[in-house]
């Protein structure tokens, strides 16, 4: 792929977790690495409790940042109690983008079958950045970024992709 043309973005990786440190980060680790093999720049990469308020207080500050333009982030979207990344997120959203969701699950259902019905994975806009709330594991990390994602955030993507609609979302 040329990457030459492509606008780059600059992207936020958050990991939400109660237990996962920078050495065992994997899913944040891969990512890392796919967005920056992609053409793009992870300005930082952190870990996050899986608590509400301090979800959205992170998230909230990169939201301000007018370097940012995407913000990712990983973990906490599961149905048990520590679980909030959805609900930490939704109402930061100014559009929610619905069809993430639901071509996330259906992808997810080609290799875990009906285990995908228990993501809450969702995407959508706020303050004219793209948010994308994924799994933990990394083989969800991996799908989103890979048959999602990139394609994208790719500029060059046709018919059309989520950058050519940047310039228009304070409209």
Known sequence: MNLDNMKKL???VIIVSDTRTTATDKSGKLLKKLITISGHKVLDKIIVP???YRIRHVVSKYLIDKKVDVII???GTGITGRDGTPEAIKVLLDKEI???GELFRSLSFNKIKTSS???RSLA???NS???FVLPGSVDACSTAWNEIIQYQLNSMTKPC???MLMPRLRE
């Open 10 to 12: 600059n992207i936020i």
């Open 50 to 52: 899986d608590d509400i």
């Open 73 to 75: 982030t990983s973990g």
């Open 98 to 100: 619905e069809g993430f």
């Open 117 to 119: 019905l228990q993501t």
């Open 124 to 126: 959508g806009v706020a």
């Open 129 to 131: 950045k793209f948010i």
């Open 161 to 163: 992709n989520l950058v």
